[in-house]
């Protein structure tokens, strides 16, 4: 009974430092467009956010008409996507996907950009001859877009290590077009590309095709990440040569916003601590799929150990690391059976847990539900802080597409996240805030990408 008591006070004081009030929202979305200000001006070397131009150039104005390649390069694999566009805002259709593994060999080495792009240009070679149209416009763009998972870089291949730190900056992303180029043409494949972008470029150029009024795109998926279209009299650096009607595209990458008024609890900070990256991507820490399982899991873990939530003994497998992933954790969470069958499931199959009671599995979900709820409403604040910084929250309207596995697949975080801004605007201006899902599923921002270069380079 009094260990008991002690879980719930554990529970509680968790709860309560992750607490989210509209007022705490207020002032981390101000800081975030506050710090992108800084960004913005320091280039980069002294403000948490390094808010660097990745991408100058054309975005798609909807009327772009077409069949289009794009080639998504991902941690081991790649996608090859063929899909039409039908211009005057209709919907991509026709999308077909290929993924090919990337042989270990090129993939453990990192200065082995050559070998990769050969690779990628005869698998596309092979596709196009198999699939292909019988003929392709000589002059057309293949999009290229590049979504490597950002976190645990140690733990990823060092081709996802190189590549990982290149994505910032425009200049990095033209520069691999030519060598991409060299390999395309060198195995008889008739496109170009125009950049190599980071995939949340490409669902920014998604929502453009789709609304005017779309100035930025979230990655929510394993990491996270943001892309939105920034005012070039903004810019303190200069800009590359770039088209005719270029845009301005600035990577916030808001996974290393810190400040002190997020909500950190003794469980972010030893996870933190002993992650692969101390003291770095700190707001990924709060809302990456990545990272919401473990959180859990240690709070857990604190139950057990001090109040004996699963009984005398610690279940050994809860103390390990990363054991419980996202896609767990909302089962659990989003269990609605009268006795938690789901959440008695996951703790047997996961951590060998057996013979929990309701009320302990309840407890489980809660842990579930005050990670992702704080989770999802920092997502919230981010994208009003965004909004904020743009200038736009009165008097115009903005869309935001986000793309990622947790958005896409987690109700309640989604439910969450849109509550939120919802909360911090109110039923009136929350109208000029619009965010949707992005547009023909992974990869296929690099179709839009494709056509926009094609039509307005
Ligand atoms: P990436 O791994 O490149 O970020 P995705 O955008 O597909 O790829 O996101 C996958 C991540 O989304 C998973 O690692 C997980 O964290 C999260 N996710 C996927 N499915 C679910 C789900 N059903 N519930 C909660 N999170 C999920």
Redesign the pocket.
């Known amino acids: 009974e009094r260990r008991w008591r002690h879980g719930q006070r554990i529970l509680r004081k968790f709860a309560r430092d992750s607490a989210t009030p509209v007022a705490k929202l207020w002032h981390i979305a101000n800081q975030l467009a506050s710090d992108m200000q800084e960004g913005l001006m320091s280039s980069g070397d002294h403000s948490n956010l390094s808010m660097l131009v990745s991408y100058h150039a054309p975005l798609p104005t909807g009327e772009e008409g077409g069949i289009y390649y794009g080639i998504n390069l991902?941690g081991t694999n790649f996608l090859i996507i063929r899909a039409r566009l039908d211009g005057k805002n209709e919907p991509i259709t026709e999308i077909r996907r290929k993924e090919v593994p990337i042989p270990s060999q090129i993939m453990v080495n990192p200065d082995s950009t050559k070998e990769l792009f050969d690779f990628i240009a005869i698998e596309l070679a092979k596709y196009i001859s198999v699939h292909g149209e019988t003929e392709i416009a000589r002059d057309k763009k293949l999009g290229f877009t590049v979504?490597i998972?950002v976190v645990q870089a140690p733990l990823s291949s060092g081709v996802a290590v190189k590549w990982n730190s290149l994505f910032v900056d425009d200049t990095v992303g033209k520069e691999l077009a030519k060598e991409i180029n060299q390999a395309l043409e060198k195995h008889g494949v008739e496109m170009q590309v125009y950049a190599v972008v980071n995939d949340t470029i490409g669902d920014l150029a998604g929502g453009r095709y789709y609304s005017k009024e779309s100035v930025a795109a979230v990655?929510?998926?394993?990491?996270t990440d943001v892309a939105y279209l920034e005012s070039p009299q903004q810019i303190s650096k200069p800009l590359s040569e770039s088209p005719k009607s270029g845009e301005t595209v600035v990577n916030l990458q808001w996974a290393n916003f810190n400040s002190s008024l997020l909500p950190l609890t003794e469980f972010d900070v030893s996870l933190d601590a002993q992650s692969t990256n101390p003291g770095g991507r700190i707001f990924e820490k709060f809302i990456g799929?990545?990272y919401?399982g473990e959180i859990v899991r240690r709070v857990l873990l604190k139950m057990a150990q001090e109040a004996a939530l699963f009984g005398d003994c610690v279940p050994p497998k809860l103390k390990t690391p990363y054991l419980l992933?996202?896609?767990d954790?909302?089962?659990m969470h989003q269990d609605t059976s009268e006795d938690y069958e789901v959440v008695d499931e996951k703790l047997k199959d996961i951590f060998e847990i057996s013979n929990t009671t309701p009320m302990v599995r309840e407890i489980v979900a809660e842990v579930c539900d005050v990670v992702a709820e704080r989770g999802a409403r920092l997502v919230g604040a981010g994208i009003v802080g965004l909004v904020k910084k743009l200038g736009r929250i009165s008097n115009k309207k903005s869309v935001i597409t986000i793309?990622?596995?947790?958005y896409?697949?987690?109700r309640v975080?989604r439910n969450y996240l849109h509550s939120s801004v919802w909360e911090m605007l109110g039923s009136e201006l929350s109208d000029n805030v619009v965010i949707e899902h992005s547009h023909g599923g992974?990869g296929a921002g690099s179709i839009f990408l494709a056509a926009s270069q094609t039509q307005n380079a």
């Open positions: 991902r979504s998972p990655t929510l998926g394993m990491g799929g990545m919401l992933r996202s896609p954790m909302a089962a793309e990622g596995g947790l896409e697949h987690y975080f992974s």
